[in-house]
Nanobody
Framework: QVQLAESGGGLVQAGGSLNLSCVGPGLTFSKYTMGWFRQAPGKERQFVAAINWNRGITYYADSAKGRFTISRDNAKNSVYLQMNRVTPEDTAVYYC????WGSGSRRSRDYEYWGQGTQVTISS
């Protein structure tokens, strides 16, 4: 059974940093494009960042560019999201997702597997 598990969420002051992790031990991890999405209360799930399966090409939402960095370690079946200079608008549940041979899609429906999410709360 494929499972993704996020960790690293928490409460941080605006301007601070967080590093989210996601591990997927049941995947042939190197064949999956990995993405991070977030969902704030009352809002739709939105794309944050993705990293391509074969060349490690990265993709970012405009809101994440210059502040967030996605990376992966295939040997550890893990993907990371380093979040810097966070603001209260970054408050959401953050989900990692996996897309087999994916192209770095920004659409949540293109991802086959999802984690349970980790809460990120940014105080002002």
């Amino acid at each position: 059974q494929v499972q993704l598990a996020e960790s690293g969420g928490g409460l941080v002051q605006a301007g601070g940093s967080l590093n989210l992790s996601c591990v997927g031990p049941g995947l042939t991890f190197s064949k999956y494009t990995m993405g991070w999405f977030r969902q704030a209360p009352g809002k739709e799930r939105q794309f944050v960042a993705a990293i391509n399966w074969n060349r490690g090409i990265t993709y970012y939402a405009d809101s994440a560019k210059g502040r967030f960095t996605i990376s992966r370690d295939n040997a550890k079946n893990s993907v990371y999201l380093q979040m810097n200079r966070v603001t209260p608008e970054d408050t959401a549940v953050y989900y990692c997702a996996a897309d087999y041979w994916g192209s770095g899609s920004r659409r949540s429906r293109d991802y086959e597997y999802w984690g349970q999410g980790t809460q990120v709360t940014i105080s002002s």
